[in-house]
């Protein structure tokens, strides 16, 4: 690799007619980081990426890979993209298809090996409109790890997997990371992010809300999750309780999201038949709501 850093983007803003899809993006990605790009439909990940790659050009502020151009970086093999969607040849075999990409670089990796990495050696003689969506896009995997690049992009990279091919596709970007490849993927899957990231960066309306790693993120929500059993549960009065959020019931099991868990635990255990308490910290979800709420009232107050 050519620098310890990986990705600038300095003062980024792209606009599209009166959408403001990213507006004033400063990130930087370090060599060898596995990096989680998270956030709503609408929140700029897709646009962040797409000026990443070079397929769109910000209206303001510079990009940067490696040290170079998007554009350069690309044509020079560090750059291995693996999207969501996109053309692909339906008529073409997986194996063939595999070699034409390779043919675009100078020092690919060989078709064998890259079947084995993405773990489709079984579809090299099956042509590409008879694979399933999971299955497209572990050869998308396999296209994008031919350059032999230094970073991964990947773009939603489990959609259409199941959990044991999901499981097994994560197990593979293991082998990658474990040779010092940057990995930036954005996903909807928090449990994804929470176990394989080693940093995650949230996005809401075009800017970076959040940005550390998981622990980091939940570690900065405060409030406990208590989920107890409570026959014949006054759902009124627990949410009437200080420092309770939320109430949400199944059956008899009632679920509360807490600022302060103390006062509610006393109540639970001196006013109600409650049993079966458990308590538990924010999780990645939990923070990711709890810091979007927070990014979308600030900016209800901006604009009042």
Avoid at 25 to 43: F, Q
Avoid at 236 to 258: K, N
Wanted: proline residues 4%.
């Amino acid at each position: 690799m050519t620098t310890t850093t990986a990705v600038t983007l300095n003062g980024v803003t792209k606009r599209y007619g009166e959408v403001q899809a990213v507006a004033g993006v400063d990130l930087t990605i370090r060599s060898g980081e596995v990096v989680a790009l998270l956030g709503p439909n609408g929140a700029g990940k897709s646009t962040t990426l797409e000026m990443l790659l070079g397929l769109v050009r910000p209206d303001q502020g510079t990009v940067q890979v490696y040290g170079a151009s998007p554009t350069d970086a690309i044509a020079a093999g560090q750059v291995g993209v693996m999207l969501q969607s996109g053309g692909i040849i339906e008529d073409a075999k997986v194996g063939e298809l595999l070699n034409l990409v390779g043919g675009l670089h100078h020092d690919p990796l060989p078709v064998s090996d890259a079947l084995q990495c993405a773990g489709i050696e079984d579809l090299a003689n099956r042509k590409m409109k008879g694979l399933s969506g999971g299955q497209k896009q572990r050869v998308r995997f396999a296209m994008a790890i031919i350059p032999q690049p230094d970073l991964i992009v990947l773009d939603e990279p489990t959609t259409g997997m199941d959990v044991e091919s999901r499981r097994d596709f994560w197990a593979s970007m293991h082998a990658e990371t474990a040779r010092g490849r940057t990995v930036l993927f954005a996903t909807h899957y928090l449990e994804e992010a929470d176990s394989y990231a080693d940093r995650v960066v949230l996005m809401r309306h075009g800017r970076i809300v959040a940005d550390g790693t998981a622990a980091q993120i939940k570690a900065g929500v405060s409030g406990r999750t208590i989920r107890a059993t409570v026959p014949g549960a006054d759902l009124a009065t627990l949410a009437s309780l200080p420092g309770v959020r939320t109430v949400e019931t199944r059956g008899d099991v009632v679920l509360l999201q807490c600022a302060d868990s103390d006062d509610t635990l006393r109540y639970l255990l001196t006013s109600t038949p409650a049993h079966d308490i458990e308590v538990t910290s924010a999780d990645l979800e939990d923070a990711v709501l709890a810091l979007s709420t927070e990014a979308l009232s600030a900016e209800e107050e901006t604009l009042t």
